[in-house]
C-alpha cells in the first residue's frame, strides 16, 4: 500500500527555521516526482517545491526561493524540505504528493495530476 506520511511541523517563531520529512511507503522514490503543497485557511493550495526521484532535479516557487530547499534521501526513502527565515505568511497546513513519473522536474511540476497525498502537518509563524 503506498503511503506518504509527513512529519516535523510546529510553531517557530518568524526567521526561524524547520525541516518537514515526507516518509515513502509502498513504493521507491526513483520512480516518482515528489512535491510539497501548502494550503492556508480560506486560501488556495500553492506547490512550493518539486524534486525528481530520477536525477534529484528540482523546482521551488518564487515565494519560498533562497529560504526553503527540497532534498531527498534514497535510502530512507524519505524527502525533506528544509524552511528557513520563516515568515508569518508561510504559516499553513504543509502536504506531500507523489505522482509516478520518471522525469526531469520543470516549473510546471506544480501542476501535475498527484497521485498520492499524505495527511498533511501544520506549519504556524507567529511570535
Known amino acids: 500500500q503506498l503511503q506518504l506520511v509527513e512529519s516535523g511541523g510546529g510553531l517557530v517563531q518568524p526567521g526561524g527555521s524547520l525541516r518537514l520529512s515526507c516518509l515513502a511507503s509502498?513504493?521507491?522514490?526513483?520512480?516518482?516526482?515528489i512535491s510539497w503543497f501548502r494550503q492556508a485557511p480560506g486560501k488556495e493550495r500553492e506547490g512550493v517545491s518539486c524534486i525528481s526521484g530520477m536525477d534529484g532535479s528540482t523546482y521551488s516557487a518564487d515565494s519560498v526561493k533562497g529560504r526553503f530547499t527540497i532534498s531527498r534521501d534514497s535510502a530512507k526513502n524519505t524527502v525533506y524540505l528544509q524552511m528557513n527565515n520563516l515568515k508569518p505568511e508561510d504559516t499553513a497546513v504543509y502536504y506531500c504528493a507523489a505522482l509516478r513519473w520518471i522525469t526531469t522536474v520543470q516549473p510546471t511540476c506544480v501542476r501535475y495530476r498527484y497521485d498520492y497525498w499524505g495527511q498533511g502537518t501544520q506549519v504556524t509563524v507567529s511570535s
Open positions: 509502498g513504493f521507491t522514490l526513483n520512480a516518482y516526482v
